[in-house]
């Protein structure tokens, strides 16, 4: 073997042989070690010859794509110093670009002797373990040409790629499940009759099953626990045409990008699928656990545990930075994948003294001239100390807005909030955001999303029913602000169907005619149940696939009416609005009690007070002038309409939305209970 390159990391192929590169600041030694196509016999294993930085490496004249590999690291075996180096284990590179092989919980998988915690198991694990295939990245086509879909004009779109499709009558069975049935004509076809513009995928990374799940016969559904993080999961691969779940991917990317739709990853940096002290060794705790993970100073035997999952990799230590960033610039320029929404991530940002909004991660996105220009969407949480981070992340990322989850829920569903508070999260929680200088569509509106209950689930179930997951009913959200008008789950009752029916549109209606950046979680235009498993992130089985033989065609249109609305008007730009009155005294936001005058002071924090009115834009400027009507009480009331000549767009109590009245203003209206209405002053096209 010759000397080779530190870079690039991984193994490539250069069309004459292939360079290895592999970091680790602690090993002793690195072995890679040859495998027969199958994996399962070891052919021979070769020492890195050269070490640069921290960085092992050598290459291999002659070897190129299909040759199947794996690392031996040489180390100390001092766990209580964090060092966890055992030669017997096999380890996967954590560059590799296809994996071989399926993991399956085997004794042979862990550093730790099972007995004797503080000695290394000497059991040899390579026929087991997981391995890696040089692939020719030369092959690949063109780089993406990426939508750049305006925030203002962006609805996200959440979903699961095997959940979407695996019961879809329109994709064929064969692709049923998988990235190319993702992009099928049926797939795309209602994408486009939403009017969505950004697909969310669930995690799409190679990723494990805990040991858990396996021993329950369930699996990670859900796939929050990446193993590899340059890999595509082939279980969401068709291998149709012989195409590899990577080739697969990519088509899938560019095909939706052809029908104008982006692709954005949720992903999974926070952790890795080798959990806790008492977990597998499988890749990056055997080349260097102190370097990877956070290790408590004090208790170097040990993890920090920030995300809930067993461990924290640590993006304090410039290579894991390394790893993070050349993984998403992979997703992004050789995938074609036009965001990401990260995982918990505060933990990105987390330094010696918790949260930074300048830390190293978010200023190494900000400059690069690739990533800068794509998506970024914080889920602005983890469980470590100071975890809640809403707002405060790096101006130009998104934010899931979970205050605009719980106020939209408790205002339709409790009753329990008051208008003011229902106001302050439908102009993009600007209580939050302004004052930290973000824009309004940086708030990420939502009601539903994968995790926790359906639409459909949120107004029939009052509480959690996941019995099924095998802990009892004691997993997910206790306190889901969910309601069942009634009966707990479905009923033939007629008036607590339609009351159900009613919130779930107002609910809708809320979040996508809200400023800010709305996500629709898919299957909820659909009325889709979960049978009120409000985490079924282990139900790979009809609880989670979508429905589509009962599916609400009602609830469809109303879906589409109100996108197609946001569409066309645009009900509040991503702008600030300050409500007051410019030198003609018309001011670009007014708020209006039932009487048609103006709400102030305590008018917004009187808890009877749940019915108000928002007149947006000013009258002859470029903007409709539009009026937002709002009822949050059961029963029906007169609304004092503004002066002018009105059209009505929506109504939210009708099943699809539908409004017919035209008239002039000055006039008492009947708002419905429960309902939200949409006017658009007379004389400007807009098309339903």
């Known amino acids: 073997m010759e000397r080779g390159h530190p870079w690039p990391l991984g193994v490539h192929w250069d069309g004459h042989g292939i360079n290895i590169a592999v970091f680790s600041a602690h090993a002793q030694r690195i072995d890679f070690c040859v495998f027969d196509d199958s994996g399962r016999q070891e052919t021979r294993c070769i020492t890195l010859p050269a070490r640069t930085q921290d960085v092992w490496h050598g ?66 694990n390579a026929a087991q373990a997981l391995k890696a295939r040089v692939i020719d990245a030369r092959s690949a086509t063109a780089r993406p040409v990426h939508p750049h879909i305006p925030l203002d004009r962006t609805v996200l779109y959440e979903l699961h790629v095997k959940g979407f499709t695996q019961q879809h009558p329109g994709v064929p069975d064969e ?61 969401l691969a068709s291998a149709a045409g012989g195409a590899s779940p990577r080739e697969e991917f990519r088509a899938m990317v560019q095909r939706l990008h052809e029908h104008g739709l982006e692709v954005i990853l949720d992903v999974v940096y926070n952790h890795t699928a080798e959990s806790d002290e008492n977990g597998p060794t499988i890749s990056f705790r055997g080349l260097d656990n102190a370097s990877y993970y956070r290790l408590p100073p004090d208790h170097k035997g040990a993890y920090e545990n920030h995300t809930g999952c067993g461990n924290t990799l640590d993006l304090r230590h410039p290579r894991v930075l390394q790893l993070v960033l050349d993984s998403l610039r992979y997703w992004a320029g ?22 930074d909004r300048q830390a190293p991660f978010f200023t190494a996105l900000a400059q690069d001239p690739l990533l800068s220009r794509l998506k970024m969407i914080a889920e602005p949480w983890d469980v470590g100390p100071g975890g809640y981070q809403l707002g405060g992340f790096p101006s ?121 950046t709305p996500m629709l979680a898919a299957g909820d235009e659909l009325g889709r149940s979960q049978q009120g498993n409000n985490n079924a992130y282990c139900q790979d089985n009809p609880t989670s696939w979508l429905d589509w033989a009962r599916a609400d065609e009602d609830l469809i249109a109303f879906t589409t009416r109100l996108l197609s609305l946001r569409r066309q008007a645009l009900p509040f730009a991503n702008r600030w609005y300050d409500g007051l009155p410019d030198r003609l005294g018309l001011a670009d936001v007014t708020w209006l009690r039932v009487d048609g005058s103006e709400l102030h002071g305590d008018d917004w924090r009187r808890p009877d007070g749940r019915v ?36 009505a767009l929506l109504d939210s109590s009708h099943p699809r939305g539908e409004a017919a009245w035209t008239g002039q203003g000055e006039v008492l209206y009947p708002l419905p209970g429960r309902s939200l209405l949409l006017f658009a002053a007379l004389g400007h096209d807009i098309v339903l």
């Open 396 to 516: 130009g990322w998104l934010e899931w807005n979970d205050r605009f989850r719980d106020s939209m829920r408790a205002f339709w569903i409790e009753g329990s909030r008051t208008r003011g508070e229902f106001a302050q999260r439908l102009a993009a929680s600007s209580d939050i955001f302004q004052p930290r200088h973000r824009a309004p569509a940086e708030s990420v509106n939502y009601v539903v999303s994968h995790d926790g209950f359906t639409l459909a689930d949120l107004v029939s179930h009052a509480h959690r029913h996941n019995e099924a997951n095998g802990e009892h009913n004691r997993d997910g959200h206790g306190h889901n602000l969910s309601g069942n008008f009634g009966v707990e789950g479905p009923t033939d009752d007629p008036a607590i169907n339609a009351t159900r029916r009613r919130v779930a549109r107002a609910l809708l209606a809320s979040t996508l005619l809200s400023q800010g």
């Open 334 to 355: 050789e995938m074609g994948v036009d965001g990401f929404r990260f995982d918990l991530a505060p933990v990105l940002g987390r330094g010696d003294h918790g949260f």
């Open 175 to 235: 692709l049923r499940g998988t990235f190319a049935g993702l992009a099928s004509d049926a797939a795309i076809a209602h994408f486009q009759r939403l009017g969505v513009t950004s697909l969310c995928l669930l995690p799409v990374h190679q990723h494990l099953d805990e040991r858990r799940l396996v021993g329950l016969g369930l699996a990670n559904y859900w796939g929050y626990n990446t193993i590899g993080f340059f890999c595509p999961d082939a279980g």
């Open 59 to 124: 290459y291999l004249p002659g070897a190129g794509p299909g040759l199947v590999y794996g690392l031996r690291a040489h180390g100390p075996w001092r766990p209580d110093r964090g060092h966890r180096f055992n030669p017997h284990k096999l380890l996967l590179d954590p560059y590799a670009r296809e994996i071989v092989g399926r993991f399956e919980w085997r004794a042979e998988h862990f550093g730790a002797d099972a007995q004797h915690a503080g000695d290394m198991d000497l059991r040899d």
């Open 612 to 647: 108000f009115g928002c007149l947006i834009g000013r009258p002859g400027r470029s903007r409709v002038p539009l009026l937002l009507l709002v009822n949050g009480d059961a029963a029906a009331i007169d609304f004092m309409l503004p002066g002018g000549a009105w059209q």
